[in-house]
């Protein structure tokens, strides 16, 4: 590579699970079996498996070549490629918040039809 000739890339955040889901799938279990005797107690259980299921190992790539950066690298030490931050409005980060709008509205509208067939008392 030619001093001329320079690389740039965004430094891409991914995450990755900590473990299986095993152990929160086996906390939920037990949440919804004690929340079909006492539902006070086995909410909070249930949630609990959310927050487990939710534990990630949050880590950073380089968006030229895909070596595993640190947080604060401004260079690659693979391509040397200068890194710079993703931008707020990047493809990924769009896919995500129009698929989260659907699934709202979806939801909200299950909710509206499962509102209208509930007969008077």
């Keep these: 590579m030619t001093t001329a000739e320079e690389l740039h890339a965004y430094r891409h955040r ?3 699970q900590k473990h299986s889901g095993c152990i929160s799938m086996l906390v939920l279990l037990i949440g919804i079996g004690i929340s079909l005797v006492f539902w006070p107690v086995g ?3 249930c949630l609990l498996a959310l927050v487990i299921d939710g534990q990630r190992d949050r880590y950073h790539i380089c968006g030229y070549c ?3 950066l640190t947080a604060t690298a ?8 200068t890194l710079h931050k993703e931008p707020f409005w990047s493809p990924r980060r769009f896919r995500m918040i129009v ?3 659907i699934l709202l509205a979806i939801l909200i509208a299950s909710i509206s ?3 209208t067939q ?3 008392p």
Excluded: E
Aim: proline share 15%; aromatic share 0%; with cysteine.
């Design 14 to 16: 991914r995450s990755r």
């Design 43 to 45: 909410i909070p259980i």
């Design 66 to 68: 895909g070596n595993q």
């Design 74 to 81: 401004r260079i690659c030490p693979t391509c040397k490629a």
């Design 99 to 101: 698929t989260s709008l």
């Design 113 to 115: 039809i499962l509102a």
């Design 118 to 120: 509930v007969p008077p």
